[in-house]
């Protein structure tokens, strides 16, 4: 830069690495905006966007023979920077070449900054196995974050409950429940793809839990082999945060619904015959339940099992990824979700249809009829 | 008028969908049994209240009135509680 007496300093992203391994004295300096920073940041690094450096860096770093990393996300920004605090007499300074780009590519770690200052660190094998998540700006480091925390519980592990806790397992949910009390068996294997044909007699929950922690061994699952009752459903429903209900009789879905409403937890629900699914969400607070859809279950001779009436094998493949959809939604924050709205689809016409659900006033179980009973 | 049946009910009209008409819910129902005869009785009850667990829709909107007025260009959907999974 001829007639230009400040020469920037760069150093490259293996320099940083070392200098902070070796413990160093270096103060990291994130240039970048808050939104950048909060998606993923260098562990330690002070956020002070550009346009702030000139006021509020003598404030944070008043000795300047201190040594100072800027950095943005390639490069550019941090060279700017870097000038900015060597005309204000800053003698040690460098911007680090190539940014947090190059830094996330070259595979150092890495951390996310949480509201309450504290970072949640996220390993390079993470880093990769979730890089397709965190490209995308709704969801990132911070919401692969909550998804990594978060704890949801799938109601069988049956048709619905195969593709939906294969595809949360597979997007790093931290911790899965799965309650079931059967084994695998052989007729299972046409829509449970959860399980293979090796684990037919296994117990669902056991055969489950292999297949998912093979997948991603990020996830903690937790077996609970055990059929839901009034006794138990509480304290099963108390430990996590979503529920999703993949069971295969009304006595559990009523269950699910009247434990749920108690403990204040969103339900994404779904059931399946033949070539027709149902897929809504039951999120407290407001909404209409499965009570206020369906106060009473159909007598037993109009309401045939998936045994008796059948049901085509991809058919809660389609249901149990729109449930595992979401509950990834749900715990992200993200996008509109299927609360009041119930969605129906038929597999045959390949159509599905919204209908708007109401809450009944008078429900058993969350308007003025709930006590009564 | 277009109506759309659940999977429970198939076993009347052994299609998905069917064209019925009258110009009110109760008409619209009667017409069904006509052409599917019993098919009233597995959506109404003795009291002619819908069963709880069936809903009817119009247009996607949830009805429980029986005087409810029709046109023919509505499209009417019946929902069965399903408990498969
Ligand atoms: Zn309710």
């Known amino acids: 830069m001829p007639g230009n007496s400040v020469v920037i300093q760069e150093i490259e992203v293996a320099e940083v690495a070392a200098r902070l391994q070796s413990g160093q004295r270096t103060v990291l300096v994130d240039v970048r905006d808050p939104d950048e920073h909060e998606s993923g940041c260098l562990a330690g690094a002070l956020l002070l966007p550009r346009a702030l450096v000139a006021r509020s860096i003598e404030t944070l770093v008043p000795d300047k023979d201190t040594p100072v990393v800027a950095y943005c996300a390639v490069g550019i920004r941090s060279a700017m920077t870097a000038m900015t605090l060597m005309a204000m007499g800053y003698t040690q300074v460098w911007s680090m070449r190539g940014g947090f780009d190059e830094w996330q590519r070259s595979g ?122 009034a006794e138990n459903a509480l304290a099963i429903l108390a430990d996590y945060d979503v529920i999703i209900d993949g069971s295969d009789n009304f006595a559990t879905r009523y269950l699910v619904n009247d434990a749920a409403l108690r403990l204040g937890k969103p339900v994404i629900h779904a059931a399946i015959q033949g070539f027709e699914g149902q897929l809504t969400v039951f999120a407290a607070a407001g909404a209409p339940c499965y009570r206020c859809v369906f106060p009473d279950p159909p007598p037993a001779e109009f309401a045939p099992s998936c045994r008796e009436a059948g049901v085509l094998g991809v058919l809660p493949g389609v249901l149990g990824v729109l449930q595992a959809t979401e509950a990834i939604k749900l715990i992200l924050g993200i996008g509109d979700n299927l609360v009041g709205r119930l969605l129906s689809y038929d597999a045959l016409s390949m159509r599905f249809t919204e209908l708007g659900l109401r809450r009944d006033p008078e429900c058993p179980a969350c308007g003025s009829g709930s006590g009564k009973k | 008028m277009r109506v759309l049946i659940p999977s429970p009910l198939l076993s009347y009209t052994r299609v998905r969908e069917v064209a019925a008409s009258g110009t009110t819910m109760a008409e619209l129902l009667a017409d069904l049994d006509r052409q599917f005869p019993g098919i009233r009785h597995r959506m109404i009850d003795e009291q002619d209240q819908v069963r709880p667990h069936m809903r009817i829709f119009v247009n996607g909107e949830q009805s429980f009135d029986l005087d409810q007025a029709l046109a023919s260009s509505d499209v009417v959907q019946i929902i069965q509680a399903l408990s498969g999974g």
């Open chain 1, 108 to 229: 150092h770690a890495w951390v996310v900054p949480s509201p309450d200052g504290e970072a949640a660190p996220l390993g390079t094998e993470q880093a990769t196995r979730y890089a397709r998540h965190l490209r995308l700006p709704e969801i990132g480091m911070a919401g692969q974050a909550k998804l990594l925390a978060a704890r949801v519980l799938c109601i069988g592990a049956g048709g619905l409950g195969s593709p939906t806790s294969l595809y949360l397992a597979a997007a790093g949910i931290g911790t899965l429940g799965i309650v079931d009390d059967d084994r695998v068996e052989l007729g299972n294997l046409q829509r449970q793809i959860v399980h293979t044909t090796a684990s037919i007699g296994m117990p669902k929950v056991d055969s489950a839990a292999g297949m998912l922690s093979a997948l991603n061994p990020d996830v903690r699952v937790t077996r609970i082999r055990t059929r839901l009752t």
